[in-house]
């Protein structure tokens, strides 16, 4: 069984450093996304979120769960963000979304942009046990020894979980830098 250092932490009391299967989990809500401050949801809302459903990226109501591994952008979320942002006129694009494809180089910035969003909202609100903030895990972590096995393992998990989500900014980043190079190389 391949376990993260969540699970590995809440089952087993340990955690590895370098975990391969190391994911955080990104939970969003699509319903509230998609119907923002409106009443209702207008019917392009609706049918984004009828896609997400049958596509099952998301819950019959509106909630997906995706993981975010080290070193590559989350695919389901990438293909979920790109129907989310999809304009009215090009709702006639979303079969060729769930198959991989880009809409056009405005939707796929904003969709890296919002990834950016919601990668960084997610490293404010996480949780802190006993206050550490990630500088005082790293350094509970370079301390041979001398803190309880349970103590290192948290640390371990919240750092790694931390080096995941900035990882992930940073590729976004990069994709967002390759995608504006590319415009101005190729007009």
Known sequence: ????????????????????????????????????????????SEFRLRILQAAGLCTPDGVGVFGVRAGILPYRLL???????????????????????????????????LLTNLLRSTIEAAPTAAGYPYEADMALLSRPGGSAPWARAAAITRVQEHDILTGAIRLAAARWASFLESTVSHP
């Open 79 to 113: 293909v979920a963000l790109r129907i989310t942002l999809l304009g009215a006129s090009q709702l006639d694009q979303a079969a060729g979304v769930l198959n991989g494809t880009m809409v056009s180089l405005e939707n796929e910035l904003a969709v890296l942009q």
């Open 1 to 44: 069984e391949q376990l993260t250092n969540a699970q590995l932490l809440m089952r087993y009391g340990y955690a590895l450093e370098g975990n391969p299967n190391d994911e955080v989990p990104l939970t969003l809500n699509f319903t509230a996304a998609l119907v923002g401050s409106a009443p209702t949801m207008d019917l392009v």
